[in-house]
């Protein structure tokens, strides 16, 4: 790349459908791009909160000092939304892509990797992703069949006969 910048590439998510066909993109990119040149984006992570996150981390002199492990004991994130995916018209994304691959996987884990992470070298976008990188190296890998209960509301169904429990 040249000194003064040079051509960049933005991908946005969804990238590839499965394992093997982001590393194949990644090999197809890698001949001509390099790793320096890339940025994967979901625009969900240009949004306030997670500026708002990165802000009351970092730059907040009383809560700073003390955003800690010997302070905190317990994080919880909740992801609740005031309607479902038909509301929205997005079940056809979710069938396609999933909720866990688009809310877990890239939503949840960035507030995750925020809040955890170590103060960065600088706000640069290299220097966070580096600290939420240390983050992620160290959590624990999930065994579906173990660690995961699954389920999917079907329309009316209810909830043992009960007509106003959501199904």
């Given at each position: ?80 939304e ?5 509301d ?15 809310v ?64």
């Amino acid at each position: 790349r040249p000194p003064g910048g040079g051509p960049r590439l933005v991908l946005e998510k969804p990238f590839g459908h499965d394992v093997a066909s982001a590393v194949a993109l990644n090999a197809a990119l890698a001949v001509h791009w390099t790793e320096g040149d890339l940025y994967r984006i979901d625009r969900y992570l240009g949004k306030e909160v997670i500026d708002n996150l990165l802000v009351m981390r970092f730059a907040n002199r009383l809560l700073t000092p003390i955003w800690n492990r010997e302070n905190v004991s317990n994080v919880q994130i909740i992801f609740k939304e005031p309607f479902g995916a038909e509301d929205q018209n997005r079940s056809g994304y979710f069938d396609n892509h999933g909720i866990i691959r688009d809310v877990v996987q890239n939503h949840l884990l960035q507030v995750m990797a925020v809040l955890a992470m170590d103060r960065p070298v600088s706000l640069e976008p290299e220097d966070i992703r580096d600290a939420k990188l240390k983050v992620l190296r160290q959590v624990a890998k999930v065994d579906p069949k173990r660690d995961l209960v699954a389920g999917q509301y079907t329309a009316g169904g209810g909830h043992g006969g009960d007509p106003d429990f959501p199904g």
